[in-house]
């Protein structure tokens, strides 16, 4: 009978070690300690023992009892853990969590903020979408005006557009009845155009200053300060001449090339980099915005965030579109 128990052990040893689930081992537990099971019928044999050896038995049969219990529940423990993370050891590593950051845009619209609130300027928010006139006829461009074809306008209605500009803003700041005006406003802004270096949506930067007096020269020492700033000091700015109906005279901005210092290279072709239109407000927009043009003067710029950042960076981006495509690829580089 002794031999018989090592016989159940190893057999009993044998199916634990082989189950796959708490129901294999449900089964095997009645199969060898239920009502009916294998241990009971060795148990039941002890009746025809004598009863001088039955203690003996009896103490070999309950030994082997117990370790197939064991087996069993260590077994239960091991698939368990092995299924799930029930068991909290509090003692091991944690699994780090993934830290993002702001998106370039964010960055940059902060970073420019930062520069011009050292010298007075106000960060103010208007409308990203508007109606025609602030987009439009307020800044000098009527119905039908051919200047309007620029803008690649997104008519969301007849008189609705998502906002090509941030220059719906002037006005709009003119119209709080406040003098003088210093203002930033900072916006998204869509025209209908795609390619690698444009996005249909894109942000941009609009100045505005209304005071007495205000000159041509203090734009330039104004975009001079903000160049020296954002890029560095030795970084120079030039006026080009150009045409906007809302500013007289109107100029494009130029800021010299940061890799080459203004020599030219292949980045930049020709020592320049271009930032974007500025100018002396038009009489025309300061009466639209109720503002006398023989007391007041004023002057403007407006350009885009990311081609003003990516200057900065110096980064030749292949496709400027990649800014809005969530690529975390692209963006955990910054
Ligand atoms: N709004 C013009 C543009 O989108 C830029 C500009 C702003 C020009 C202010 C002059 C003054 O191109």
Redesign the pocket.
């Known amino acids: 009978m002794e031999d018989t128990t090592k016989d159940l052990l190893s057999q009993a040893q044998a199916v634990i070690n082989l189950a796959a689930s708490q129901e294999d081992l449900e089964n095997i537990r009645i199969g060898f300690l239920g009502r009916n099971g294998k241990m009971n019928e060795l148990m039941a044999g002890l009746l025809h023992v004598s009863p001088a050896q039955r203690g003996e038995l009896g103490r070999v049969l309950n030994q082997a009892k117990r370790e197939i219990e064991l087996l069993l529940s260590k077994k239960e423990e091991d698939l368990l853990s092995a299924s799930s993370n029930l068991y909290f050891d509090p003692t091991e590593p944690s699994i780090k969590p993934n830290l993002g950051h702001l998106h370039l845009i964010t960055y940059a619209a902060r970073e420019i903020m930062d520069i011009f609130e050292r010298i007075g300027f106000v960060r103010v928010r208007h409308p990203e979408i508007d109606s025609d006139y602030y987009a439009f006829e307020a800044?000098n461009m009527p119905a039908g005006h051919p200047a309007r074809d620029?803008?690649e306008t997104f008519y969301i209605a007849d008189n609705l557009v998502i906002t090509?500009?941030?220059?719906n803003g002037?006005v709009r700041e003119m119209e709080k009845g406040y003098l003088p005006i210093k203002m930033i406003n900072i916006a998204r802004?869509g025209r209908r155009q795609s390619d690698v270096s444009h996005s249909q949506t894109f942000h941009?930067f609009?100045?505005?200053y209304i005071d007495k007096g205000v000159s041509i020269a203090n734009l330039k020492g104004v975009l001079e300060y903000f160049a020296r700033n954002f890029y560095g000091s030795g970084r120079q700015t030039r006026l080009r001449p150009?045409d906007?109906r809302?500013?007289e005279p109107?100029?494009e901005v130029d800021v010299t090339c940061g890799l080459c210092g203004g020599s030219g290279c292949s980045f930049c072709k020709g020592g320049w980099l271009e930032l974007?239109?500025?100018?002396m407000?038009h009489p025309k927009v300061l009466r639209a915005g109720g503002i006398d043009p023989r007391k007041y003067s004023g002057?403007?710029?407006?350009?885009?965030v990311e081609r003003t950042y990516m200057m900065k960076a110096e980064l030749s981006i292949p496709d400027i579109r990649i800014l809005y495509k969530n690529d975390l690829n692209f963006l955990e580089q910054f």
């Open positions: 800044l620029e803008w090509p500009h941030t220059s002037q802004c941009q609009e100045g505005l150009y906007f809302f500013t109107s100029f974007g239109g500025a100018g407000v002057f403007a710029f407006g350009w885009g």
